[in-house]
């Protein structure tokens, strides 16, 4: 042990934050503060939120609600959060920075048959996959210095609002898009946090606001998705939708999805601090090359869709199983891919719709139903459309699905 810890009992704590600080950034992690462990002050939002349904199927919040009191119920006796911030891209859909694209929403007018998918899943492995290895090293690094010590690293699954954590460490504020804004990075970075029983010397809270009287994110949701300015309701947002329901998505919101096909950025594209973002404290570009290397999947997040039809379970597993894609599953993505398809497709597409009304998903069979009568509906002169209308047809004779059958044509 050295000297100055021997005689200076705090030199111990110096000594871990250094320690934490330095290997944060080793780890690439861009922004780095710490917290106390106290109280959640949004707990009871967090009450009212789930009160009122917002979180829709997502039982995990009533499920685990004790413990998101206090990070004690994440690491028992925690006493500090570290709060970190890692990168993705912001780079638009052209590949230029996203600050140039003069709308500051790219592909807008997308492409017939091609889906959008969220920035953070541009990379080729999934985020938890690569954030989770270092915020092990960080705790190891804790250990190293105070073996008696417990340390634990979260990034998204645990019953912790990271968010509020990370503006209490100082990284930023919360924006009337509920997302976690800092001046420098715009919103383009996962959060992660380390939580120590060791009492750590905090940072200053940030307690400023900087969306001042913008109301770019809540006009643009294209689904209505905020009740008001920072709050959301989950059950209307694209990125809930397109990745966490597992059920077919409620007939008034599907158009609202336009070429979504995965996850959502609107309220992140048009608001102004994703736009300035001359000072990012990391190129996008550097940091893919390292980690983040762009999924040959979904370069700059397009993805051709009628494709996706001919995947079967173990093609769709061998392409997605790294990504973050492979959340929703096949059925789901298929879901999605149909819904889009229902909104920017056309009669070209007749093929893959017809592929999708004969799988076994019923799920899919059903999304593929209300795409091809949207497309019937939509083009009435066009080619390919008596294949549509003949499997249309067919279903509604031998579908037993009820799902599916509610889709079908009166
Ligand atoms: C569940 C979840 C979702 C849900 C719900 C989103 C949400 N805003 O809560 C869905 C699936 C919709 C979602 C979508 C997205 N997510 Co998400 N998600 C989470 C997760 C796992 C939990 C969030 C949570 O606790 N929500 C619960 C609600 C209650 O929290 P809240 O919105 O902060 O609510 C506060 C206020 O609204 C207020 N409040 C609530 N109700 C009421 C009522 C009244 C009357 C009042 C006055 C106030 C009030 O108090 C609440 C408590 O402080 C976090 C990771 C984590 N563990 O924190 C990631 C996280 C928030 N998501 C993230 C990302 C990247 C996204 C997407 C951008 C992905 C995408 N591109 O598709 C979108 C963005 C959508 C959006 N605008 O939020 C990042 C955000 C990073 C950042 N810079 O902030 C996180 C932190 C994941 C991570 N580890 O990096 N997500
Ligand atoms: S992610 Fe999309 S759907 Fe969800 S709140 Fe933001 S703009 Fe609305
Ligand atoms: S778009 Fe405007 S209101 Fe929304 S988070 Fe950004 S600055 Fe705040």
């Not at 009160?51 to 206090?70: I, S, V």
Request: glycine share 8%; hydrophobic share 40%; net charge negative.
């Amino acid at each position: 042990m050295p000297d100055a810890v021997e005689n200076d009992p705090n030199a111990i704590i110096r000594e871990i934050v250094q320690a934490i600080r330095g290997a944060a950034a080793e780890e690439g992690f861009v922004a780095c503060g710490i917290a106390p462990a106290v109280d959640s002050q949004g707990f009871p939002d967090l009450v009212r939120w789930i009160d009122a349904g917002y979180h829709a199927d997502m039982e995990y919040f009533p499920n685990r609600l004790d413990a998101y009191r206090n990070p004690g119920g994440v690491l028992p006796g925690a006493k500090s959060v570290v709060a970190l911030a890692w990168p993705y891209s912001a780079l638009d859909r052209s590949g230029e920075d996203a600050e140039v694209s003069a709308a500051g929403r790219d592909g807008e007018d997308g492409e017939a048959g091609v889906g959008k998918v969220a920035r953070y899943t541009w990379q080729a492995t999934d985020y938890h996959d690569v954030i989770h290895p270092k915020l092990k090293r960080i705790c190891r690094t804790v250990l190293q210095i105070c073996p008696t010590a417990n340390a634990r690293g979260i990034v998204d699954t645990a019953p912790l609002m990271e968010r509020e954590f990370a503006q209490l460490a100082g990284l930023g504020w919360r924006g009337k898009n509920t997302l976690l804004l800092n001046k420098t990075l715009g919103s383009y970075f996962f959060l992660a946090c380390v939580l120590v029983d060791v009492e750590l010397p905090a940072d200053t809270p940030h307690q400023s606001d900087h969306c001042g009287t913008c109301t770019a994110c809540l006009d643009a949701c294209p689904t209505d998705a905020f009740v008001g300015p920072h709050v959301l309701d989950a059950s209307r947002c694209i990125s809930y939708l397109t990745i966490e329901s597992r059920e077919m998505i409620p007939e008034p919101l599907r158009e609202g999805i336009g070429d979504w096909l995965f996850g959502c950025d609107v309220c992140q594209e048009v608001c102004p601090w994703n736009r300035k973002q001359t000072k990012r404290a990391m190129s996008d570009e550097s940091a893919m090359q390292s980690e983040w290397r762009l999924s040959q999947d979904t370069p700059r997040g397009l993805m051709e869709l009628a494709t996706l039809f001919h995947l079967d379970e173990e093609a769709f597993r061998d392409r997605f199983r790294k990504s973050p894609m492979w959340r929703t599953r096949r059925r789901g993505l298929l879901r999605n891919a149909a819904i889009v398809l229902g909104n920017v497709g056309n009669t070209e597409h007749a093929d893959a719709l017809i592929r999708g009304m004969r799988d076994a998903e019923p799920i899919v069979r059903a999304s593929s139903a209300w795409a091809g009568k949207r497309i019937l509906a939509r083009f009435p002169a066009a080619p390919r459309r008596h294949a549509l209308a003949t499997e249309l047809k067919r279903l509604t004779i031998d579908e037993q699905s009820e799902i599916v059958r509610a889709e079908l044509p009166t």
